[in-house]
């Protein structure tokens, strides 16, 4: 089984609908993350989350939100989804103990088209 | 904004051969990571360097890192065709940084 896992793995929903991507992960790391990636632009921080109680914006956070609804579960929801959000979107988590050099996890993503 | 920025954008070799991928960044960092991804998976961890080391090997992996320039390459030897992927650099700015930022990538095919 996966260390973080995503789903939805595919997703395609209408401009203005409520979407949901949530993510769960095993490796007990206290770090969690949201990428989108972008054919040309490679990866873009949405959201972080440094344990349940800190959620942090990171360079792209306009549209989306997110919920850390426990230290292995981080949620990204997006209010009104509109096309230019149609991306590969990557959970991610890291282990602050292990120091500044720590490793990214991701997971094996979830495609999301908006129609 | 993109910290690192990989060269070449796409890169095509032949079975056995050498495949080397630059990155650049911008600004001082705490240590530098090149990450790999299979064409629509996640991205996969690949080695780390940080800022005080200048060469570091893993494998058929070889980093090095010329925090004077700027500048970092990954070399891998030997190539196979199962090396095929896209190879992202990522920074991590100071010691207490959260953030990591990802370069837009070095496609590589190899052919067998």
């Known amino acids: 089984d996966a260390d973080v896992t995503q789903t939805p793995r595919n997703r395609i929903t209408k401009t203005g609908k409520r979407i949901m991507l949530e993510c769960s992960q095993t490796?007990?790391?206290?770090?969690m993350y949201w990428y989108r990636q972008d054919p040309g632009l490679g990866l873009r921080l949405i959201y972080y989350s440094f344990d349940v109680k800190d959620i942090n914006k990171g360079e792209i956070s306009d549209g989306y939100s997110v919920s850390r609804q426990a230290q292995a579960k981080f949620s990204l929801s997006l209010e009104s989804a509109i096309p230019n959000q149609t991306a590969l979107y990557f959970c991610a988590t890291s282990d602050s103990q292990v120091g500044p050099g720590n490793t990214i996890y991701f997971g094996e993503g979830s495609w999301l088209t908006v129609v | 904004s993109q910290q690192g920025e990989e060269d070449p954008q796409a890169l095509s070799i032949q079975e056995g051969e050498n495949a080397t991928m630059n990155c650049s960044y911008k600004t001082s960092i705490n240590n530098l990571q090149w990450y790999r991804q299979n064409s629509g998976r996640g991205l996969v961890h690949l080695i780390l360097?940080?800022?005080?080391?200048r060469e570091k090997h893993s494998g058929r992996l070889r980093v090095t890192l010329d925090t004077s320039k700027k500048s970092s390459s990954l070399l891998i030897t030997a190539s196979r065709a199962a090396d095929t992927a896209s190879y992202f650099c990522?920074?991590?700015?100071?010691?207490?940084?959260?953030?990591?930022?990802f370069g837009k990538g070095t496609k590589l095919s190899v052919i067998p």
């Open positions: 360097i940080r800022s005080n080391e």
């Open positions: 490796k007990g790391h206290d770090r």
């Open positions: 990522a920074t991590r700015a100071g010691a207490g940084s959260y953030q990591l930022t």
